[in-house]
């Protein structure tokens, strides 16, 4: 069976061709344009898996050039549509390029998946598209608010799109998944994050510090009210979204009665703040953080974090890993891009 993976090369992408080529039988077809990823991501994965898998190198902004991915593989079985620009500040100031980018390449996807006749879709989402709710832990019937970026618009937009394309298209299956925080690396350290450029994300900035890429982290806001005064977010194990994903197809694929479109958080329903993250880092990793409290960043919301019962129950799904296994392999990853430099 041929599983069409867009971003592959990308953070999550890669770490669930990981989890496919480790625990099932089915063949990877990846599709990338590099644009904040490199090819050398494929290496990673044959070294860690051992196998092998086909890859293009497309911008999905190009229709004809996507359908050429689609006419030399047509039995597609199903899509794992990852690619899509994610950095909320770099969206806020390029709305365009990520409205043009995030929808144009969907709908493309989505074209092609109905030219050529593919019946499964996964479509990565994020909890940014619940905006600032008032309602914790957020389960997928909690409403959206207002998306609060570009960014988390593209996604609100995207699962619409899915929505109605999937109504008058009946015969196809999709499930968006809602990423809370994903973080962390493969358990070996081999395959993890690799910001191109200074990291916004907390844990990628936090190992940067450590070994001394980064002079300090600043914990954006000490003054919340939650019990240590920073902000409550819920990360998730990278290698735990992978394998929600392998779930997900499975179960399209398997069960005929399985709902149209169905919209699923993935977190671990735990909260943890900035602070508690830090402390985990410094215990797995034996090193003292140099980081001090500073200013609110604009736009964060204080806390958010799943209900997921929903993946649990649908899927069979459970997160495995937590914020210590999460820093260890996000350390491991770190120290073994420097050996390697
Ligand atoms: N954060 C921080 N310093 C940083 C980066 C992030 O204190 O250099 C905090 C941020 O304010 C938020 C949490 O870490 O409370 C997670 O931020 P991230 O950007 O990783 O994810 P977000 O939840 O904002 O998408």
């Known amino acids: 069976m041929k599983i069409l993976i867009t971003g592959g090369a990308g953070y999550i992408g890669s770490h669930t061709i990981i989890e496919i080529l480790e625990n099932t039988d089915w063949e990877v077809i990846s599709v990338d344009n590099y644009a904040n990823s490199s090819e050398a ?90 905006g600032n709710v008032n309602e914790l832990p957020v389960t997928e019937e909690t409403l959206l608010e207002k998306a609060e970026s570009p960014y988390a618009y593209t996604k609100q937009i995207g699962e619409r799109i899915v929505d109605d394309f999937i109504i008058v298209n009946n015969n196809y299956k999709a499930i968006s998944l809602r990423y809370f925080n994903p973080v962390g690396a493969h358990k070996s350290g081999l395959n993890g994050e690799l910001p191109l450029t200074t990291p916004n994300n907390l844990v990628p900035y936090i190992t940067q510090t450590a070994i001394g890429k980064l002079k300090q982290l600043t914990i954006f806001g000490g003054d919340y009210p939650t019990a240590d005064g920073t902000c409550i977010r819920d990360y998730i194990h990278v290698s735990d ?24 958080n993935l977190g671990t329903g735990k909260g943890v703040s900035v602070l508690e993250a830090v402390k985990a880092f410094e215990k797995v990793s034996g090193k003292k953080l140099n980081y001090v409290i500073g200013k609110r960043r604009e736009g964060d919301v204080q806390a958010i974090y799943a209900n997921n019962q929903k993946a649990q129950q649908l899927l069979g799904w459970k997160p495995i890993y937590n914020i210590e296994d999460m820093m260890l392999s996000a350390w491991k990853w770190e120290q073994n891009l420097q050996n390697n430099l």
């Open 41 to 130: 991501t494929y290496k990673r994965i044959k070294e860690i898996t051992n196998k092998q898998f086909q890859y293009y190198n497309v911008d999905l902004k190009d229709v004809e050039a996507t359908k050429k991915v689609f006419e030399a593989n047509p039995d597609i079985s199903g899509i794992i549509h990852f690619a899509a620009f994610k950095a909320v500040p770099e969206s806020v100031a390029k709305p365009l390029t990520y409205y043009d980018n995030n929808i144009n390449s969907l709908i493309n996807i989505l074209s092609c998946q109905k030219e050529f006749n593919v019946p499964n879709l996964i479509f990565s989402s994020s909890c940014s598209v619940y």
């Open 241 to 264: 979204i992978a394998s929600a994903h392998v779930l997900a197809l499975q179960k399209l694929i398997e069960n005929k009665d399985f709902q149209n479109h169905n919209i699923i």
